[in-house]
């Protein structure tokens, strides 16, 4: 059973940088698709941001597009948010996704789509 741990959350001011990571073990990440996904209190989960999985295409949801970066060290087994300009408005709980994908070029972008989930990290942005 692949076991999804994210690490890298926190407290930061407006206009800070978080950089968040996705360790995968019981498998090896070569093979798995990943979506970082946030939840804010009240609202749904929504999907930011997703990386295939052995040619790494990436795709952003608008709202962190140019801000945030998704990368992955298959050596590592670890896939990367980098977050900077962070706003109030990304304070959420954020928590990653896979999916076993061989092709290598798909991006999953929906919620369903997804096999295994972390059980997330909290990012305040505040001043």
Request: charged residues 20%; aromatic residues 12%; negative net charge.
């Amino acid at each position: 059973q692949v076991q999804l741990v994210e690490s890298g959350g926190g407290l930061v001011q407006p206009g800070g940088s978080l950089r968040l990571s996705c360790a995968l073990s019981r498998s090896t990440l070569d093979y798995y698709a990943i979506g970082w996904f946030r939840q804010a209190p009240g609202t749904e989960r929504e999907g930011i941001s997703f990386i295939s999985s052995r040619e790494s295409t990436t795709d952003y949801v608008d709202s962190v597009k140019g801000r945030f970066t998704i990368s992955r060290d298959n050596a590592k087994n670890t896939v990367y948010l980098q977050m900077n300009n962070l706003k109030p408005e990304d304070t959420a709980i954020y928590y990653c996704a896979a999916t076993f994908d061989y092709s290598g070029r798909k991006i999953y972008t929906g919620s369903d789509e997804y096999d295994y989930w972390g059980t997330g990290t909290q990012v305040t942005v505040s001043s």
